[in-house]
C-alpha cells in the first residue's frame, strides 16, 4: 500500500472510537468498517452530508409553513373577533335608537297639543296633507272617483273599499246634499248604492279666485250649515269650489246631524279629535286663512283678542277677552255692545261718507270706524287703550283693509293736529275726559273739534255707566244741556238727534253741523 494512502489511514483512525459528528440534528458514529467509502480524494467526507442539509431545508420550510399557518390562523382569529364586536356594537346602537324612539313617543304623548294656528306641523300647516288636493289626479280622491256626466252634472262613485269600511258614507253624503239645498253646496240630483249624482260645484277655491266678500260668505255658510241642522266634519281647503263667486262646499260624506253621535269606524281618528274640539266654524276659518297665507296675521288676531282686559283701562274693556264692542267682522267672539251696526247705519242715512275724510276719537277695538270704512270713508282711529288698538291693527291687517288708520295715545294730544277732517266720531268719549280731566279739559276738547270739522257724531252719557256720576256733578244730565255745551264750544249750532240706543242706557246720537 502506498505510503500517502497509510497516512489517510492514519488520520481516520482518530475517529474511529466515540467520535462523534453533529450533522442535521442528529450523531453519527464512524468505526474501522464504514471509514473507508468516505475517504475519498484525499479528503474527509462526512457522513451524509447533502442529505443532512436537505432535511433540515425541508425541517425549516416546514417550520416556516407551520408558522405561516400560525399567524394565518391567528389573523382570521383577530378578524373573528373584529366582526364579532362589530355586530355587538351595532345591535347596541339599534338598541339605543330603539330606546330613543320609544322615549319620543312616549314624549309626545305627554305633550299637549298645541293650536292649530298655525303650525307646519299640525292641521292648516303649509306642509299637512291635507291641505293639499292629495296624490290623486284631477276627479279623482281618496275615496271616490268622480265623472263628469253628459249633462254636465257630476257623479261621485265611491271606492268599493270605503264601502265595505264605511258603508254609512253614501247615505251620509246624499243626506248632507239635500238638506243644504244647494245653498253653498252642489245641488243633489240621485244617488244608488255606489254612488252620488249632484251639480256641477265649479272649481277649488285659491288666493286666486277668492270672492271679495269671502268673510261675510264664512257666516253664512255656518248659517246655512246650522239651519239644515248638520255638520260637515271634514271643511279642509280640498273640500271648498267656488262658483260665480259662491263659496260651496263639497265632500258631505262625513257629516251627521248636529247632536248625533259619530258613525264607526270613523275613517281618522287624528281629524275626529280636530273635529270635536274645533267644529266646522273653526276649521272653514283656517282653512280660508290657510288658501289666503294669511296664517300669521289670523295668529295675530286670536291673540290680541285673548289679551283684552288684561291691563284695565276704564271705558275701554271690562272682561278679559271681551270686546267693547262688536267687531263688524264674521268673527265669533264675545262683545259688551253689541249694535254698532244699527248705530252706523242711523248715521249713513244722515250723511254720506263715500269719499270723506273721517276722526274716530276713543275709537276702541274699531268697530265703528271699520263700518264707515265700509261706507267708504277714509278712517282715522284713536284710542288710549294699547290692547284695544292692538286688536284693531290685526284685524286691518288681516282683512287687508285700505283708507284705514289706528293710532294708540291720549285724544287730548292728538287734537293738537291742525289737520281737517270731513267728519268727527266723539262717541262715548267726553264723559271719561270729563271724568278724569275736569270740566274744563272737556270743553277744550270740544272747541278744537269745532276747529277741525264741520261735522260732529256726538254721543254721551247724561246720567248712566262709570262716568255717570261726573255728569250729573257737571249738570250736564240733562241732554238739551248737552246739546246747547256741544253747540257753544264747537260753533256747530245745527243739530239731529239720529239715534237712541234702547239696549244701551238710551244713549243718544246727535250730529252737529255748521
Not at 267708504?376 to 287687508?400: C, F, H, I, N, W
Amino acid at each position: 500500500m502506498p505510503k500517502r494512502r497509510i497516512e489517510k489511514y492514519k488520520v481516520v483512525k482518530q475517529f474511529i472510537y466515540h467520535r462523534r459528528l453533529f450533522s442535521a440534528g442528529r450523531f453519527i458514529r464512524f468505526s474501522q468498517d464504514n471509514a473507508e467509502p468516505f475517504v475519498k480524494s484525499g479528503q474527509i467526507i462526512k457522513v451524509d452530508g447533502l442529505k443532512a442539509k436537505e432535511l433540515k431545508a425541508k425541517e425549516f420550510e416546514t417550520a416556516k409553513l407551520k408558522a405561516r399557518e400560525l399567524k394565518a390562523s391567528k389573523l382570521k382569529a383577530i378578524e373573528l373577533e373584529s366582526v364579532k364586536l362589530k355586530a355587538i356594537e351595532l345591535e347596541a346602537s339599534k338598541l339605543r335608537t330603539n330606546e330613543l324612539r320609544v322615549n319620543e313617543l312616549k314624549s309626545n304623548r305627554r305633550r299637549k297639543r298645541s293650536r292649530y294656528i298655525p303650525s307646519d306641523s299640525i292641521l292648516g300647516g303649509p306642509t299637512d296633507r291635507w291641505m293639499h288636493a292629495g296624490p290623486y289626479p284631477i276627479g279623482q280622491g281618496h275615496t271616490a272617483i268622480v265623472n263628469v256626466l253628459k249633462d254636465g252634472s257630476h257623479q261621485k262613485c265611491f271606492r268599493e273599499g270605503w264601502i265595505v269600511r264605511c258603508p254609512y258614507m253614501i247615505s251620509s253624503e246624499a243626506r248632507g246634499l239635500k238638506v243644504m239645498k244647494g245653498i253653498h253646496a252642489p245641488r243633489y240630483i240621485t244617488n244608488d248604492a255606489t254612488s252620488v249624482t249632484m251639480s256641477d260645484a265649479g272649481v277649488h277655491l285659491s288666493a286666486a279666485n277668492m270672492p271679495d266678500n269671502w268673510d261675510a260668505q264664512i257666516g253664512s255658510i255656518i248659517l246655512q250649515l246650522k239651519e239644515a241642522g248638520i255638520r260637515h266634519n271634514d271643511i279642509i281647503p280640498r273640500n271648498i269650489m267656488v262658483k260665480d263667486g259662491e263659496i260651496k262646499l263639497i265632500d258631505f260624506s262625513m257629516s251627521t246631524l248636529i247632536g248625533s253621535p259619530f258613525p264607526e269606524p270613523w275613517p281618522n281618528q287624528r281629524l275626529l279629535k280636530i273635529i270635536i274640539r274645533d267644529g266646522d266654524e273653526v276649521m272653514l276659518r283656517r282653512a280660508i286663512t290657510y288658501l289666503l297665507g294669511r296664517q300669521n296675521q289670523w295668529k295675530e288676531v286670536s291673540a290680541a283678542i285673548a289679551a283684552l282686559g288684561a291691563t284695565r283701562i276704564p271705558g275701554s274693556n271690562t272682561k278679559p277677552g271681551w270686546t267693547y264692542h262688536d267687531i263688524p267682522f264674521c268673527i265669533s267672539h264675545a262683545a259688551h255692545r253689541k249694535n254698532t251696526l244699527d248705530r252706523a247705519v242711523a248715521m249713513m242715512a244722515a250723511y254720506d261718507f263715500s269719499g270723506k275724510s273721517g276722526l274716530d276719537l276713543g275709537c276702541s277695538v274699531g268697530a265703528m270706524s271699520f263700518w264707515l270704512n265700509r261706507f267708504g270713508a277714509t278712517m282715522m282711529g284713536v284710542e288710549r287703550d294699547p290692547q284695544s288698538v292692538r286688536v284693531a291693527k290685526a284685524l286691518q291687517a288681516y282683512y287687508g283693509l285700505k283708507n284705514i288708520t289706528f293710532i294708540g295715545g291720549d285724544i287730548t294730544r292728538f287734537l293738537y293736529d291742525k289737520q281737517h277732517y270731513d267728519f268727527v266720531c266723539y262717541l262715548s268719549t267726553f264723559m271719561w275726559l270729563l271724568k278724569e280731566e275736569g270740566l274744563d279739559k272737556a270743553k277744550d276738547s270740544l272747541r278744537r273739534i269745532g276747529k277741525m270739522t264741520d261735522t260732529l257724531f256726538f254721543e254721551t252719557s247724561h246720567g248712566d255707566a262709570m262716568a255717570g256720576g261726573a255728569v250729573i256733578k257737571a249738570g250736564l244730565n240733562d241732554k238739551d244741556k248737552m246739546n246747547r255745551l256741544v253747540a257753544e264750544c264747537t260753533g256747530l249750532t245745527n243739530m239731529k238727534e239720529v239715534f237712541v240706543d234702547k239696549k244701551w242706557n238710551n244713549r243718544r246720537l246727535v250730529i252737529f253741523t255748521r
